[in-house]
């Protein structure tokens, strides 16, 4: 089997001949993985590597008429500005201050000029970033669609989660404008990608490390009819849901799976109420899970053993029969990770016989 008839297979409940492994990593991780494996490519690595890589392709955008000075970087879709900061081994970015924090009436919201315009999207340029991938037998998956993280992109998280409590006509009115927006675009971009895209990116984070960010009565009313909108307009264009959030969001798991997503991913099993086994008894014939291997501790940290246990644990909770399963990093593998353990968690599930 190819890479993505693999990973369609797992998605559509049919056999396969082992369960897909995917990975996430920082570009540091991925500079390092091209020196191990002498490539300068990322589809020639990922066949090097033998995984079943769901391959991002970008939705390109690009503010016309904005003049942007030596010194500044561009603002983000949403109209914040960016910059990279140094933390240990890797270089991350990390906003410069919320646009919309001072903002608190409708005409204000109304009148912020950094909205983005339909027109700013270069879709066909989109469109290029996924045929390249497809047509290498890689599954493939893009867009960015979201609703929590692109408020707290304009109000800043401590904004918003007051603005939740205190202000919650102010939020639908942001969050409708964004979700107009977001389906306006997939109705004009999804036609344009039959074929070639195969998972639509939604990320809403909404878990921390011990437990959700907001209360599931708060979630259920702004963010599940949105949600629930989304996915039916993904799943009209014959497309397939694939979900992020990362921590402790077990409370809200059989209400994503109503909303209409395909795949859960990153699956962070450290947090409370995330242990494998007793997710894949809920929801293993619901939803398929992608990741789950600890980027935490184990993979960072532990030994090769550590990582087979791991990986092992994982293949025979989620991994069940074969099926409702792509193992996978449970986020970005980081600055420093030991080549070692990417390698065994990549050969741990190649080498898997039952």
């Known amino acids: 089997m190819t890479p993505r008839e693999r990973v ?7 056999q396969v001949d082992r369960i897909p492994v995917d990975f996430w990593c920082t570009a540091e991780v991925l500079n390092d993985l091209f020196d191990y494996f002498g490539v300068t490519e990322q589809l020639a690595l990922f066949k090097a590597m033998q995984v079943d890589k769901i391959v ?11 003049i942007v000075s030596d010194n500044e970087f561009p603002r983000g879709m949403y109209g914040n500005r960016f910059r990279m900061v140094k933390s240990g081994l890797a270089i991350y970015s990390e906003s410069i201050g919320y646009p919309m924090q001072d903002i608190s009436c409708r005409q204000a919201i109304d009148d912020y000029q950094w909205w983005p315009k339909f027109e700013d999207f270069d879709l066909e340029k989109s469109v290029e970033s996924f045929v390249k991938p497809h047509q290498a037998g890689f599954a493939t998956y893009g867009m960015w669609n979201s609703f929590l993280e692109n408020y707290n992109s304009l109000r800043g998280i401590e904004n918003a989660l007051l603005d939740l409590a205190m202000e919650p006509e102010m939020v639908d009115y942001v969050l409708d404008k964004i979700e107009d927006l977001q389906l306006r675009i997939l109705d004009a971009f999804l036609p344009k990608v039959r074929g070639v895209l195969d998972l639509v990116y939604v990320s809403d984070d909404m878990g921390s490390q011990n437990s959700l960010l907001i209360s599931p009565e708060m979630w259920q009313k702004h963010f599940s009819p949105r949600m629930k909108r989304i996915c039916d307009k993904i799943h009209s264009h014959g497309m397939k849901v694939f979900y992020h959030s990362d921590g402790a969001i077990a409370p809200i798991i059989g209400k994503l799976i109503e909303c209409g997503i395909d795949i859960l991913n990153p699956i962070q099993h450290i947090c409370p109420g995330m242990s494998p086994g007793a997710l894949k008894d809920r929801f293993g014939d619901k939803v398929v899970f992608h990741g789950g291997v600890d980027t935490q501790n184990i993979m960072p940290f532990g030994s090769t053993d550590d990582v ?24 970005n593998l980081q600055a420093g ?15 898997r016989k039952a």
């Open 337 to 351: 990770t030991p080549m070692e353990n990417i390698i065994t968690m990549v050969e741990t599930v190649l080498n």
């Open 56 to 66: 991002a392709g970008g939705i390109f955008f690009e503010r016309k008429g904005e």
């Open 308 to 331: 087979k246990k791991e990986v092992n644990m994982l293949l025979d909770t989620f991994g069940r029969n074969r099926a409702g399963y792509i193992c996978a990093s449970c986020h």
């Open 8 to 14: 369609l297979a797992i998605l559509n409940r049919e």
